[in-house]
C-alpha cells in the first residue's frame, strides 16, 4: 500500500464489463465504410450483415452446421428468443449463481409459468452442483457468471447422449473462453462484451438439435413477432444469413466487423483467450502479493479470465456495517475515476461489495496492471480516512 498517486495513467482506462473497451487502436476511422444512409435489406446491407456471420463463425470456431443469427436487444433480446420458443416441450433445469442467471430463472418460473421446473442456485463466488443435473431436461445455464467472476470450468458436466438442450447464456464468456460446441445446443451473446462491440445487438447461434425443436414444437403461448424464428414449421433461415427480424444498426455492423477483422488480424479466438488470462494473471498476482484484496471465487478452476471480481478482506474494513462497506468499495472506485487512473469497474449492484475488472481480450496488461497501483493508492487513502476505533 502507498499514499503516494501513481505518476502514469492507463492508457485505456475502460474496465467495465459492458460496454466494455473498444479493441486496441480503435478510432472512428475504423466506421468509414459503414453503410449509413442504406437499408439492410439492400444488396451493400445484405453483403456486410453477411459478412459479419461469416467472420463471427470464423473467429468463434463455430460449426459449419450451427446456424449463426444476428437479433434485437443484445444478449438478452437472444437469450429470450431461445426461452420462449424453445422452452416447454420437456422438464427444464435453471441454474443460476448471480444475478443474470437469477433472471433468466425469474423469465421461466414467472413469466412463462413452466411448472415441471428444477432450480439448482449457488451463492456468489460459487457453482451449483453440476452433478445433479438432470440432462433428461432442457438446461439453461451462464457459461461465465458476469456479476460473480465465476465461470463453469469446463464442459465435463454436460452428457454428449443429453436428451434435452444444452441453452448457454456465453455472453461475457464467447471470444475469452473456449466453447465446447458439440456439448451446446443453443448459445447467446452480445456485441458489447468480449470483443466491446457496441451496444443493442445480440447473437444466437442453433444446434442442429436446436433447430429440430424449433421445428418439431410449438409453445402453447404467443410469440411477439420479434421472437418469431419459424414459419409453416420450418425455420426462417433468412435470420442465420442477415435478413434481421428488425432493422440493425449499419454503423454497429460496421464496427462489429472490424473487431472481428482485428481479431483475425491477431491470431484468432487461441489469440484472444491468451490476451484475456494474461490480463486476469496480472490481476491474480497483484492479489497474492495485496493483503487487503481477494477473489470473490476462492476457488482458482471457477474463476473468470473476464469479469475479474474481488472483495476487500481488510478487517479494518470487514468489521464495518454492510452499508459501510459498500461505501468503502464505491468509494476506493469514485476516488480513482476521479483522477482518471480507470473508470467503471465497481461490483455489480447485486454482487458482494468490491470490484469487478474487465481482463478481456481487448484491455491490455500493462493498463491492468497500471490499474492495480491505483488500487493500492485508493485503498490507503480509503483506509486513512476512516474513524479510528476508540
Same mark, same amino acid.
Given at each position: 500500500? %502507498? ?55 470464423? !473467429? ?58 428444477? !432450480? ?6 460459487? &457453482? ?50 473456449? &466453447? ?5 445446443? !443453443? ?118 479470465? %473476464? ?10 474494513? %470487514? ?72
Amino acid at each position: 500500500m %502507498t499514499n503516494v498517486m501513481p505518476g502514469v495513467r492507463p492508457a485505456n482506462p475502460h474496465f467495465s464489463s459492458g460496454p466494455c473497451a473498444k479493441r486496441p487502436g480503435w478510432t472512428l476511422q475504423a466506421l468509414s465504410d459503414a453503410a449509413l444512409g442504406r437499408s439492410h435489406r439492400a444488396k451493400i446491407g445484405k453483403v456486410k450483415l453477411k459478412a459479419a456471420i461469416e467472420l463471427t463463425r470464423e !473467429v468463434l470456431q463455430v460449426p459449419a452446421d450451427y446456424k449463426i443469427g444476428i437479433v434485437p436487444a443484445s444478449d438478452t433480446g437472444a437469450i429470450e428468443m431461445a426461452l420462449w420458443s424453445l422452452l416447454g416441450a420437456r422438464p427444464v433445469t435453471m441454474l443460476a449463481w448471480e444475478s443474470f442467471g437469477e433472471g433468466w430463472v425469474t423469465d421461466v418460473v414467472k413469466q412463462l409459468k413452466l411448472k415441471d421446473t428444477t !432450480v439448482l442456485k449457488a451463492p456468489y463466488g460459487q &457453482l451449483p452442483d453440476l452433478t445433479k443435473v438432470d440432462w433428461s431436461n432442457d438446461v439453461v445455464f451462464t457459461w461465465n457468471g458476469t456479476t460473480s467472476g465465476v465461470r463453469v470450468p469446463n464442459s465435463d458436466w454436460i452428457k454428449a447422449d443429453r436428451e434435452g438442450l444444452a441453452i448457454c447464456d456465453a455472453t461475457s464468456a464467447a471470444f475469452a473462453q473456449r &466453447l465446447d460446441w458439440a456439448k451446446l445446443d !443453443v448459445v447467446t451473446f452480445s456485441w458489447q462484451k468480449a470483443l466491446g462491440g457496441e451496444a443493442a445487438h445480440g447473437v444466437l447461434v442453433l444446434s442442429p438439435r436446436a433447430v429440430a425443436r424449433l421445428e418439431s414444437y410449438t409453445p402453447p403461448w404467443p410469440l411477439p413477432k420479434i421472437f418469431r424464428m419459424t414459419k409453416g414449421g420450418k425455420l426462417i433461415d433468412g435470420i442465420f444469413v442477415g435478413e434481421t427480424i428488425n432493422t440493425p444498426s449499419m454503423l454497429c455492423v460496421e464496427d462489429w466487423i472490424d473487431t472481428l477483422s482485428w481479431a483475425k488480424s491477431i491470431g484468432g479466438l487461441e489469440a484472444l483467450i491468451g490476451r484475456a488470462d494474461a490480463n486476469t494473471k496480472v490481476i491474480a498476482d497483484w492479489v497474492a502479493k495485496t493483503p487487503w484484496a481477494a477473489f470473490l471465487a476462492v476457488d482458482p478452476a471457477i474463476r473468470s479470465n %473476464t469479469s475479474v471480481c474481488l472483495v476487500v478482506t481488510d478487517p479494518t474494513v %470487514t468489521a464495518l456495517a454492510a452499508d459501510a462497506q459498500v461505501a468503502f468499495a464505491k468509494g476506493l472506485v469514485a476516488a480513482i475515476e476521479k483522477e482518471g487512473g480507470g473508470f467503471d469497474f465497481g461490483h455489480y449492484r447485486d454482487a458482494p461489495p468490491g470490484l469487478r475488472i474487465w481482463c478481456g481480450a481487448t484491455v491490455e496488461a500493462k493498463d491492468v496492471e497500471i490499474l492495480t497501483r491505483w488500487l493500492d493508492w485508493a485503498f490507503a487513502k480509503a483506509k486513512a480516512a476512516l474513524p479510528k476505533a476508540a
